[in-house]
C-alpha cells in the first residue's frame, strides 16, 4: 500500500498559469505535512510547511484535509522558475517522501 | 556557512568494494539522516541519528552501516557493493524531529558495476 501517492504529471502550463497538485496519505496518525520542491539533480528544499488552517506563502497556497487525508498545493502565477519536481512529505514519526510531480512551465 | 556538504560527489564502484560516504554539517543540528533517491522511487531513509553517539535503522537499512562520532558528521558505509545499491544518497540535518525542516546535502551519485 502506498503510504503518499502524488500525480506524477508532468504538468505543462504556460507562463501565468495556476496549477495545483494533489496528493493523498494512507496513514490517519500522520502528524505533520510539507511541500519540498527539487530541482533537477539537485537536493530537495522545503517549499513550505502545510498547517491545518491552510497557508499561504506569496504565489503558494498549501492545504490540508485531514478528514479525507487529502493535500494540496496551488500556484498562481507560474513563473518560469517554478519549473521543478513538487515532493508531498508526510511526517509519520519520519518524514514518508511521495515520488513527486512535475511541473514545467514555459514561456 | 556551507550548510550540508557530502563527499564524493560521485562514485563507481564494483560489486564486492567497499566505501564511505561522509556528510558535515555545521548548523549545529542534533538530528542528521541518510536517504536514498532512485528513479519512480520517493526517497526513502536509510539510517538516521538524534545525535553525536546515536544511530537508529531507517526504511531500507539492509546493506548499509552508520557512525555519528562527531556531532557534525554522519557516515555512511557500504561494505561489500552491490549493483541494487547503485542511487543518489542525500544526507540531510534537522534542528529537531522530523517535524522540523531537513536541510539536504548536494547528493552521492554511486554507481555500482
Known sequence: ?107 | NAGVTQTPKFRVLKTGQSMTLLCAQDMNHEYMYWYRQDPGMGLRLIHYSVGEGTTAKGEVPDGYNVSRLKKQNFLLGLESAAPSQTSVYFCASSYGDSSYEQYFGPGTRLTVT
Do not use: H
Open chain 1, 1 to 107: 500500500r502506498k503510504e503518499v501517492e502524488q500525480d506524477p504529471g508532468p504538468f505543462n502550463v504556460p507562463e501565468g498559469a495556476t496549477v495545483a497538485f494533489n496528493c493523498t496519505y494512507s496513514n490517519s496518525a500522520s502528524q505533520s505535512f510539507f511541500w519540498y520542491r527539487q530541482d533537477c539533480r539537485k537536493e530537495p528544499k522545503l517549499l513550505m510547511s502545510v498547517y491545518s488552517s491552510g497557508n499561504e506563502d506569496g504565489r503558494f497556497t498549501a492545504q490540508l484535509n485531514r478528514a479525507s487525508q487529502y493535500i494540496s498545493l496551488l500556484i498562481r502565477d507560474s513563473k518560469l522558475s517554478d519549473s521543478a519536481t513538487y515532493l508531498c512529505v508526510v511526517n509519520m514519526t519520519a518524514l514518508i517522501f511521495g515520488k513527486g510531480t512535475t511541473l514545467s512551465v514555459s514561456s
